[in-house]
């Protein structure tokens, strides 16, 4: 059992380290003034459409606070713009803009070479068996969650 332990303790802080030098690189290759909690972000809006406050802030993991700044600061970039519920006014939905469309579009393809490259050499049955994990620890953290 400690050895189990031990490799656990390991593994989390190798993820840790990845996640550290992979966010290192996207700032190195993106600049420091676009962050990638913005890109997802903008990512999220395109892909899904208009959202609200809240549902991006569970979306990305991060505080409902945490989305306002993000999204002020992408307003005044005028990437992402609010836009009343035509039912209920008092509900207010993000949504990407056009020009923020365009930078998305020109940042995913640096984004993608960026990710390749860490994925490089690696067996296609690699990537998939990473994936696999990665759903089945995400499942179990968000039973962990409701069992709260």
């Not at 593994?11 to 997802?40: A, C, I, P, Y």
Request: proline share 2%; net charge negative; with cysteine.
């Amino acid at each position: 059992m400690p050895e189990i332990n031990s490799q656990l303790l390991e593994l989390s802080g190798m993820f840790r380290n990845l996640v550290r030098k992979m966010t290192h690189e996207w700032k190195r290759r993106m600049g420091d003034s676009f962050s990638m909690t913005q890109f997802r972000t903008l990512y999220v809006l395109y892909s899904r459409g208009p959202q609200k406050a809240a549902d991006m802030a569970d979306i990305l993991c991060v505080t409902s606070g945490a989305i306002t700044g993000l999204a002020d600061k992408l307003i005044m970039k005028q990437l992402v713009e609010r836009q009343r519920s035509e039912d209920d006014r008092r509900v207010v939905y993000l949504r990407i803009t056009d020009q923020g469309k365009e930078m998305l579009d020109g940042m995913l393809e640096k984004q993608k070479e960026t990710i390749s490259l860490f994925f490089e050499g690696l067996p296609k049955e690699d990537i998939e068996h990473l994936r696999r994990i990665f759903e089945l620890l995400l499942m179990r953290i968000e039973q962990l969650e409701q069992e709260e």
